[in-house]
């Protein structure tokens, strides 16, 4: 039960105050040791639940991230590091409120914004890129996020593959973007919430349009 509370409370104090609790906080508020604390965050590491780095600071527990990837997202009274542009169209659906998304094209620098709610997806002729496919995303996940980007429009997309020399992976609209994000992380602020198995997950990725190997859907 203890794991199940400290993911809870790693997710409550992202949701309300944008940032990640110390190994530290955690210890006082659970009256526990901060060796303890380690123990249980290697536990959540290891179930994909979050990501840490060697010093055990909380980098991400998705959708929300302590590091800057390219997203901001504002609230009414809150403002959070988008983790990639996946989470951050998650975020207005957990957290059910209107945000302002901010992002700038990885290619032109160019700046772009929407507000993004829970019922409706944003307008827009940007597209979305995902570079790293679904079987590898977790090999290295901040690299992983850090490369699912918005675009400007295909040329750009062209112009940065060129330039970076990568492979283009998976690209889609705004509004398929919108609804991978819309219930991906439903019921992450629940104590009993569980992952997805992959049966379940491709089920989903199917539902809302997606397609091909990238995704496991061959």
Request: aromatic share 12%; hydrophobic share 40%.
């Amino acid at each position: 039960m203890l794991t199940k509370e400290i993911r809870l409370y790693v997710y409550k104090q992202f949701s309300h105050l944008g940032t990640a609790p110390s190994v530290s906080q955690i210890a006082s508020y659970f009256d526990i040791s901060e060796d303890q604390v380690r123990d249980e965050l290697l536990k959540l590491a290891e179930a994909r639940h979050i990501a840490i780095n060697d010093e055990f600071e909380i980098l991400m527990a998705h959708p929300f991230s302590s590091i800057p990837l390219g997203f901001s997202v504002m609230g009414a009274k809150t403002l959070w590091w988008g983790g990639c542009s996946w989470d951050s169209f998650a975020l207005p659906n957990l957290l059910i409120q209107e945000v302002v998304v901010a992002t700038t094209c990885p290619n032109c620098n160019s700046a772009h914004a929407w507000r993004v709610n829970p019922d409706t997806p944003p307008q827009g002729e940007q597209i979305a890129h995902f570079l790293i496919p679904t079987k590898e995303m977790w090999v290295d996940v901040v690299h992983t996020c850090g490369n699912q980007r918005i675009f400007c429009n295909e040329s750009c997309l062209e112009t940065w593959l060129h330039r970076t020399n990568n492979q283009e992976g998976y690209v889609m609209g705004l509004s398929t973007l919108w609804a991978l994000a819309s219930h991906w992380y439903e019921g992450r602020l629940e104590l009993e919430y569980q992952r997805r198995d992959p049966s379940t997950s491709l089920q989903y990725f199917r539902e809302v349009g997606l397609s091909g190997s990238f995704w496991g859907l061959d």
